[in-house]
Nanobody
Framework: QVQLVESGGGLVQPGGSLRLSCAASGGRFSIYTMGWFRQAPGKQRELVARITSSGNTNYVDSVKGRFTISRDNAKKTVNLQMDSLKPEDTAVYYC???????????WGQGTQVTVSS
């Protein structure tokens, strides 16, 4: 069982930056593929960025060049650096952990990101 706790959300003006963090406990963090998803009102949850145990990353096209995902296996954390934020980035952001050797998937409780002037 893996527990995930997100932090770092908030209100920011367009063009600003935020850094989301996700702290994990339980399980073998280093083997998990970690991801950040988001869900805007009235929309489906979508993958924003993902990082594998070996450090390979992928991003949804809309955030490429603006967001950076990283992980620290020693601290059991995964971060999402979000720069040049746009109003369309407004959503609840969720941390996700997926065990590549099983069907186990875990979610955090979510953190609100609002981009508005």
């Amino acid at each position: 069982q893996v527990q995930l706790v997100e932090s770092g959300g908030g209100l920011v003006q367009p063009g600003g930056s935020l850094r989301l963090s996700c702290a994990a406990s339980g399980g073998r963090f280093s083997i998990y593929t970690m991801g950040w998803f988001r869900q805007a009102p009235g929309k489906q949850r979508e993958l924003v960025a993902r990082i594998t145990s070996s450090g390979n990353t992928n991003y949804v096209d809309s955030v490429k060049g603006r967001f950076t995902i990283s992980r620290d296996n020693a601290k059991k954390t995964v971060n999402l650096q979000m720069d040049s934020l746009k109003p369309e980035d407004t959503a609840v952001y969720y941390c996700n952990a997926a065990n590549p050797f099983s069907a186990a998937v875990y979610w955090g409780q979510g953190t609100q990101v609002t981009v508005s002037s």
